[in-house]
């Protein structure tokens, strides 16, 4: 059973804070993904990963950065919190092109 | 630019009928189509899908066809139940190689069963 598990389900942050969201895939999956979920506009890709050390920008990355050290765990960052970064952030990852893509139980960020 | 789009935001069915939602697409380089199933404060979760080559894939009470003239997929739910309650995507995913490996999403259409 593919797991991908987010290291948070609920995060309250200051504006201005630096925030990191981790995520992890025990099923050796070489692509990784990052979106976020806000009403109205479904899921926006943020950045993701083909494999360790690679990253690619998605939709929407301003504001946001990538980690991948290790193929299972890919780190999203947020450099310095704002009220518009508060949304629902959902971690993704695909054994390769297509395939379904399973995805973690999201991490709800609030910045205040 | 919104390269899927599911035009309608709601959907409310009775129990035991057929609930359709339907997606578009404007991308003709996407070849493989997927739907998922989202409830509130949880990951979406895979649903089913199609390859550009098929024009229907069917499992269980769930179907999807696919016209690829039109670019329009619909996902077919019957008979609906009240556990289908929830916000369904539709995603698309291009040829393999490099770039193309991303998953793009629809905006989403809340569907509810009444009972």
């Known amino acids: 059973d593919v797991k991908v598990t987010q290291s948070s389900r609920y995060l309250v942050k200051r504006t201005g804070e630096k925030v990191f969201l981790e995520c992890v895939q025990d099923?050796?999956?070489?692509?990784m993904f990052w979106y976020r979920q806000d009403p109205g506009l479904g899921l926006r890709l943020i950045y993701f990963?083909?494999?360790?050390?690679?990253?690619e920008k998605g939709d929407i990355p301003e504001g946001y950065s990538v980690s991948r050290e290790k193929k299972e765990r890919f780190s999203l960052i947020l450099e310095s919190a704002s009220t518009n970064q508060t949304s629902m952030y959902l971690c993704?990852?695909?054994?390769?092109?297509?395939?379904?893509?399973?995805f973690g139980q999201g991490t709800r960020l609030t910045v205040v | 630019d919104q390269q899927v789009k599911q035009n309608s935001p709601s959907l409310s069915v009775q129990e035991g009928r057929i609930s359709i939602l339907n997606c578009d697409y404007t991308?003709?380089?996407?070849?493989?189509f997927l739907w998922y199933k989202k409830y509130p404060a949880e990951g979406p979760t895979f649903l089913i899908s199609?390859?550009?080559?098929?024009d229907k894939n069917e499992d269980g009470r769930f179907t999807v066809f696919l016209n690829k003239s039109a670019k329009h997929l619909s996902l077919h739910i019957v008979p609906s139940q009240p556990g289908d309650s929830a916000v369904y995507f539709c995603?698309?995913?291009?040829?393999?190689?490099?770039?193309?490996?991303?998953?793009?999403f629809g905006t989403g259409t809340r569907l509810t069963i009444i009972p």
């Open positions: 993704a990852s695909i054994d390769r092109v297509n395939t379904e893509a399973f």
């Open positions: 099923m050796d999956h070489e692509n």
């Open positions: 990963s083909y494999d360790v050390k690679m990253k």
């Open positions: 991308n003709s380089m996407f070849d493989y």
């Open positions: 199609i390859s550009s080559i098929k």
């Open positions: 995603a698309a995913s291009g040829l393999a190689g490099f770039g193309n490996e991303k998953l793009t």
